[in-house]
Every structure is written in structure tokens, then in C-alpha cells.
């Protein structure tokens, strides 16, 4: 059962990476898991387009890492498309 209200950690989360999808899963055990999905419109970005991690602190951390090596996905001025 998931609660309607998401943990502050993932709120945070989804707040700090707008453009990936955040949620947080259990498996048939009951481990959660959290997964990030990058969202169609940055997928040609260069930037993973799944991460996987036990917990939503370890996932930013990873995102966290990856995104200082890489600009964040920036929409082009229509007169420049």
C-alpha cells in the first residue's frame, strides 16, 4: 500500500530533478526501491534515462553526481529552432 502523500525526501527530490519522474516502489518482499525516469522530453540530453537506488537519498546523490558533468536540459528560443 503506498501512502497518497509522498515522503518529504521525495518531494525534495522530484523538486531538485523536475525533469525526471521520481517514484518509490516495493518489490513482493516489501524492499522499497526508488527509481527516477527521465521524461520524454530531455531523453536526447545525455543523461541517464533510469537510475535505480534503495533509497531517495542515494538516488539524488547519484543524479546529483552525474548532473555535475553535464548542463541541465535547456528549451531553445523559438527563433533558434
Known amino acids: 500500500m503506498y501512502a497518497l502523500t509522498p515522503a518529504e525526501a521525495l518531494v525534495r527530490a ?3 530533478f523536475p525533469h525526471y519522474e ?3 516502489f516495493h518489490d513482493a518482499a ?3 526501491e526508488t527509481v527516477a525516469v527521465l521524461k520524454p522530453p ?3 540530453t545525455m543523461l541517464p534515462l533510469l537510475v535505480c537506488a534503495a533509497t531517495v537519498a542515494e538516488l539524488a546523490a547519484t543524479l546529483r553526481a552525474h548532473h555535475r ?3 541541465l536540459p535547456r528549451r531553445r528560443p523559438p ?3
Do not use: M
Open 14 to 16: 522530484r523538486a531538485e
Open 22 to 24: 521520481i517514484c518509490r
Open 30 to 32: 516489501g524492499v522499497p
Open 42 to 44: 530531455h531523453q536526447n
Open 69 to 71: 558533468h553535464l548542463p
Open 79 to 81: 527563433a533558434e529552432r
